[in-house]
Antibody, heavy 120, light 106 residues
């Protein structure tokens, strides 16, 4: 069974950093492009970043470029997102997701999400 | 960015047919996908590449469209279909989602 499980969320102060992680199981993790998304309370879904299968290519949304960094460890089946210079508007549920087919932009499995709250 | 416009809410009775629309601000070819999200849960893929039914999704769900106008149809609607439905395009960078259509089953 394919599973994606996020961890690492919490309450942090503005300007601080946090790493959210996603561990995958039930599929050949190294064969899939992985993405991070977020959803602010009562809001829609925002794409944040992707990383390709061997980490040679990453791409970010303009809203987080330079502040967030995506990485993966195929040996550990994990994909992480380092969140830096956090702002109140970064408060959201963060989801990792698997891209169904290589670069088709469809996401067939999502984690349950991890909440990040940025507040003083 | 490509803006996807959806109606905010719909209410239908069980057994009826419902169509949820999504209009893109520019062409997305057929790279449009539909997700269902229930409160407190992650999004679930229903339809990919405009009209392909995801494995395990009931055949009551179908999708159509190309270019800028897309439709998700549920026929017949069941009580368990209460959820918010999002369209998402992957033709233009960055990937974008619609704001969601909240479906209420009367």
């Amino acid at each position: 069974e394919v599973q994606l499980v996020e961890s690492g969320g919490g309450l942090v102060q503005p300007g601080s950093s946090l790493k959210v992680s996603c561990v995958a199981s039930g599929f050949t993790f190294s064969s899939y492009v992985m993405h991070w998304f977020r959803q602010a309370p009562e809001n829609g879904i925002e794409w944040l970043a992707y990383i390709n299968t061997d980490s040679s290519s990453t791409h970010y949304a303009e809203t987080v470029k330079g502040r967030f960094t995506i990485s993966r460890d195929n040996a550990k089946n994990t994909v992480d997102m380092q969140l830096s210079s956090l702002r109140s508007e970064d408060t959201a549920m963060y989801f990792c997701a698997r891209e169904k087919y290589y670069y088709d932009g469809t996401f067939d499995y999502w984690g349950q999400g991890v909440m990040v709250t940025v507040s003083s | 960015d490509t803006v996807l416009t959806q109606s905010p809410a719909l209410a239908v009775s069980p057994g009826e047919r419902v169509t949820i629309s999504c209009r893109a601000s520019e062409s997305v070819s057929t790279l449009m996908h539909w997700y269902q999200q229930k409160p407190g849960q992650q999004p679930k893929l229903l339809i990919y590449l405009a009209s392909n039914l995801e494995s395990g999704v009931p055949a009551r769900f179908s999708g159509s469209g190309s270019g800028t106008d897309f439709t998700l149809t549920i026929d017949p609607v069941e009580a368990d279909d209460t959820a918010t439905y999002y369209c998402q395009q992957s033709w233009n960078d960055p990937l974008t989602f619609g704001s969601g259509t909240k479906l209420e089953i009367k």
